[in-house]
C-alpha cells in the first residue's frame, strides 16, 4: 500500500488501534474518487469509470475501496481479501487509481462511517463517492443514506438496464433538487453535497456477478479476469 503523507491529523485514532490505518498516498486539496465494492471479482467495468471519473470530473485520482464485506450482501462467494486487493492492483495497472483495504484497517464495511473516517482523516481532500446506476437503485437501503449524501457529491455511472430504475428510486427522487446537469460534471468535487450527476457512459456488459458464474469449480480469481479496455 502507499503511504499517505503531509496530511493533518484532526481526529483520534479509531477504538481499539495504536497507529493510523495507512491510507494511499495524495497531495493537498487533492479530488479524489472513492469506488467502493467487493471487487469479487475486479474486472475493466471497474477501471471503465475510474477512468472516465477521472477524465469527466477532473479527479486527481480514484481509490478502489475494497470492502471486506458489503452488509447487504452474503459473502458465500466472496474470495479472500487479499486476492481480491491483489487482482484489483492487476485490473486497475494505473498511477492514478490506487487500491486499499482502508476499511478492513479502521474494522468497517459501511460507507457513511468510512466517509466520514476519510474526511477526519484526509480533511484537505475532496471526495466524491462513485456509484453504479443499480447502486442508485438500492440506495436507500444503504445505511444512513441520508447522511452519506451530505458527506460527499455523489456520481453514478448507468449500467446496462439500471437507468430508469435508478432514477426512478426512492434516493433519486428524495436528492432529486440537488441532481446537477451532466455538463457540469467538472466541478462536482467542489460542490457543497448533497450534489449528484448521473453519468452517460459507454456500456460495459461485464459485471463480478457474470465473472464468478463463469469461473468453473475452484478458478483462481487471476484467471478470471481479463480487462479489455478500449
Not at 90 to 115: C, P, Q, S, W, Y
Not at 169 to 188: K, V
Request: proline letters at 7%.
Amino acid at each position: 500500500m502507499n503511504v499517505s503523507h503531509g496530511v493533518r491529523i484532526s481526529a483520534p485514532v479509531p477504538r481499539g488501534q495504536t497507529r493510523w490505518p495507512t491510507l494511499p498516498s495524495y497531495g493537498k486539496a487533492q479530488a479524489i474518487g472513492l469506488l467502493g465494492g467487493s471487487f469479487n471479482p475486479p474486472h475493466a467495468g471497474h477501471r471503465h469509470i475510474s477512468e472516465l471519473a477521472l477524465k469527466r470530473l477532473g479527479l486527481d485520482t480514484v481509490w478502489w475501496l475494497i470492502t471486506p464485506g458489503n452488509p447487504l450482501k452474503a459473502h458465500d462467494e466472496l474470495a479472500a481479501l487479499e486476492a481480491r486487493l491483489a487482482a484489483a492492483g492487476k485490473v486497475a495497472a494505473h498511477a492514478r487509481i490506487k487500491v486499499t483495504a482502508v476499511e478492513a484497517d479502521i474494522g468497517n464495511a459501511r460507507t457513511r462511517d468510512t466517509l466520514r473516517f476519510l474526511k477526519q482523516r484526509a480533511g484537505d481532500a475532496r471526495f466524491v463517492w462513485l456509484m453504479g446506476a443499480d447502486n442508485l437503485s438500492t440506495f436507500h437501503r444503504w445505511h444512513g443514506w441520508r447522511d452519506i449524501a451530505e458527506l460527499a457529491p455523489i456520481c453514478v455511472f448507468d449500467r446496462p438496464g439500471w437507468a430508469m430504475r435508478a432514477l426512478s428510486s426512492p434516493a433519486a427522487r428524495y436528492l432529486a433538487r440537488f441532481r446537477l446537469r451532466e455538463r457540469d460534471a467538472a466541478g462536482l468535487a467542489w460542490r457543497r453535497p448533497p450534489a449528484w450527476v448521473f453519468m452517460h457512459t459507454r456500456h460495459e456488459p461485464i459485471s463480478s456477478t457474470e465473472l464468478r458464474r463463469t469461473a468453473q469449480g475452484e478458478v483462481c480469481i487471476e484467471n478470471v479476469i481479463r480487462p479489455t479496455l478500449s
